[in-house]
């Protein structure tokens, strides 16, 4: 296929209400042409692809990215605690604090302490696709990634410091950060996910990091207010029975 100007769409039920993110398509049949997919809220049930105007139905191999993997030492153990929230569910536009604790058996000689507080969307699904001036189908690859939230905060130490040591027994930290107002609910789909994560990292000179990670829930606020008419509109429905025995007539059971 010719490289040109033009989008690719992701079709999903309509009354999914989907939402539009854009992305980067990885296969060189389209040479890196930024495109758009749509992904439902409640999961990207995606089943057909429109690609320049014609219609393409998925492959079903498509996996949901990994979540990253963690590097801990046996030497060191952290707990990332939320205060007065044992859950780690939260509303969007909360104020989320609370407490990291690092307990070391040994002293440990790091650069810093940094905490990395990301927010994503990422899609990941294949599609065969026609190539060639025979229309062959080939199998391309689509994926994409949008950061809602990305922030980083040393704790201690900094990026360029000239290294600190932690000493052998219980190290606290405290943290602090706000959620969007805007940022989607979380939600995990096969073709793609909506993740929010807190990452402890202890940069160390010359050897590799050692790296921490607490996944956190976020539920969007809903204004029915805003909502569909439909919705507003107040509705009752009763259930009535009677029980006859001859002539006997019970009373009506709602």
Known sequence: MRAGNGSINAESPPSCHPKRYHFTVSSAIFGGQRCSALVPPSGPAITHLNVYGRKFKLAGSAKAPKMPKEKTSKHVKCDILFDDNSSGIFTAGDRVTG??????????????????????????????????????????????????????????????????????????????????????????????????????????????????????TVVCRADLNQSNEVLCIPTRAENMMTFYCGLCRSRPLM
Not at 106 to 119: A, H, M, T
Not at 146 to 157: C, R, S, V
Not at 196 to 206: A, D, G, H, K
């Open 99 to 216: 407490v990291i604790e690092l307990h070391l058996t040994k002293i440990k000689k790091v650069r810093g302490v940094c905490l990395l507080i990301s927010g994503y969307s990422a899609v990941l699904w294949e599609a065969k696709v026609p190539d060639g001036p025979k229309n062959k189908k080939v199998k391309a690859h689509f994926k994409g990634r949008e950061n809602f939230i990305k922030q980083k905060q040393y704790l201690a130490g900094s990026e360029n410091g000239a290294g600190m040591q932690l000493p052998p027994n219980l190290v606290r930290y405290k943290f602090d950060f706000s959620i969007p107002p805007e940022a989607p609910t979380s939600m995990e789909g096969k073709y793609g996910h909506v993740r929010y994560l807190l990452q402890v990292t202890l940069e160390r000179p010359w050897k590799f990091d050692h790296n921490f990670q607490q996944p956190f």
